[in-house]
């Protein structure tokens, strides 16, 4: 047997191939891309990276140049995802011998011409770069893993987020709605009521001496306050009712169904919301076209939007009486589109690719999450749509959402 075929055959096991934290971190790797528990074995069925104690029925070979060397287990992933991880493996320590290969035919041809030697170079750099390019391609999936992972873990706690708040304002709602409706009734008897004392206070007036009484008592003063006072408080309990129907409309975040929904009833509802924190003397306009019903997530669409609105409310915060916000709706023929523009501090050209990153905010410390804009792309995007994002440092910004027919 010749020297280099001997160094070929000592190099055949597994363990020789890979050193053992080599071995943990392509079975972790593995791991992340399988979503399973990860081993490899040696021929003997040794351990030698890896999970221990899994079950050897889910194992499969792992194959080098027409001959098994390893066993791969995986129980938890589909036999075709075995399959097809195992032949990565086998595709990463292929060039590696093909290098072992190579360097000891050049050692055993010594003083070759040097065309042969140029020749094996050339071989070498090619399997250099097909080594190179498959462990960039695994990296990159275990990246674009890592990234779904981190992403489906966000949605989950955005989803549990929305459906508190849903459970929240469903019971202040409905806490609220009862006492108004009775408060609301009892202020409209007490009108009847005191049309009916004014009557009697006319009538008194026509009695000997009733006009000294209502004047020693005041009685016009008192009746015209007291009606005053009662229309003063219907208005205020109408305003209460409008901001508990403003809940009900985001109450049912919390509920996962789907329906068809007027989309600028949810724009109305999300703007009435916003619109009670503009500064004083800033506007909101709506200027709503027509769009067809909509089959979503109601409360999670209406969330989203009122998101993007407190965005634009917050960058018009510092404009006073000239703060404005336009919200615009149409259809396209294939989509509908919302345009909600401000003219507000705006955002730097260089900051725009970090708009939608969680946790980035332009905002002082302390005054924004930087999570409104990811949650509304990830709800936008649940909905088969998108969000486009212009922006102008000291002119104002627009964001256009688009949601497919």
Not at 18 to 40: G, K, M, Q
Not at 192 to 208: C, D, E, I, N, V
Request: net charge negative; hydrophobic share 45%; with cysteine.
């Amino acid at each position: 047997m010749s020297e280099t075929a001997s160094t070929f055959d000592q190099h055949r096991a597994i363990t020789a191939l890979l050193l053992p934290a080599e071995v943990d971190r392509l079975c972790a790797s593995l791991a992340v891309l399988l979503d399973s528990p990860v081993a490899l074995q040696d021929l003997a069925g040794t351990v030698i990276g890896g999970s221990p104690g899994l079950a050897i029925d889910s194992r499969v070979e792992v194959w080098r140049e027409n001959e098994p060397i390893a066993y791969l287990q995986a129980p938890s992933a589909r036999p075709e995802a075995r399959a097809a991880a195992a032949t990565v493996i086998a595709q990463l320590l292929l060039a590696p011998l093909r290098l072992e290969i190579e360097l000891a035919a050049r050692h055993a041809a010594g003083q070759a011409d040097l065309a042969a030697l140029a020749k094996l170079d050339a071989a070498l750099a090619e399997s250099q770069a097909r080594y190179r390019a498959l462990s960039a391609d695994f990296d990159g999936r275990v990246a674009a893993q890592v990234t779904l992972l981190d992403e489906r873990q966000r949605q989950a706690y955005q989803a549990e987020r929305l459906a508190s708040v849903g459970a929240l304002a469903a019971g202040v709602a409905h806490e609220i709605n009862n006492p108004i409706s009775f408060v609301r009734s009892n202020l409209r008897t007490a009108e009847t009521y005191l049309g009916r004392l004014a009557s009697l206070a006319a009538s008194l007036k026509t009695l000997p001496g009733g006009e000294a009484l209502g004047s020693d008592a005041d009685l016009d003063f008192l009746l015209e306050d007291f009606s005053a006072l009662l229309h003063d408080s219907i208005g205020g309990v109408d305003r209460v009712a409008r901001i508990v129907g403003d809940l009900k409309g985001f109450s049912n975040v919390d509920k996962p169904q789907e329906d068809v929904v007027d989309l600028n009833q949810l724009l109305r509802s999300a703007c009435k919301m916003a619109e009670k924190k503009l500064a004083p003397g800033a506007v909101m306009i709506c200027e709503l076209g027509e769009v067809k019903p909509l089959l979503c997530l109601p409360g999670h669409l209406a969330q989203a939007l009122l998101a993007i609105l407190n965005n634009a409310v917050q960058a018009i915060a510092g404009k006073g009486a000239t703060g404005e916000v336009r919200v615009r709706s149409r259809f396209d023929g294939q989509q509908a589109l919302i345009e909600v523009s401000d003219n507000g501090v705006g955002i730097e050209q260089s900051a725009l690719p970090r708009v939608f990153d969680p946790f980035y905010t332009t905002r002082p410390v302390g005054k924004g999450t930087g999570l409104g804009l990811t949650m509304a792309r990830d709800i936008v995007g649940a909905h088969g749509g998108e969000i486009t994002f212009d922006s102008v440092l000291d002119r104002g910004t627009t964001v256009t959402v688009s949601l497919p027919d």
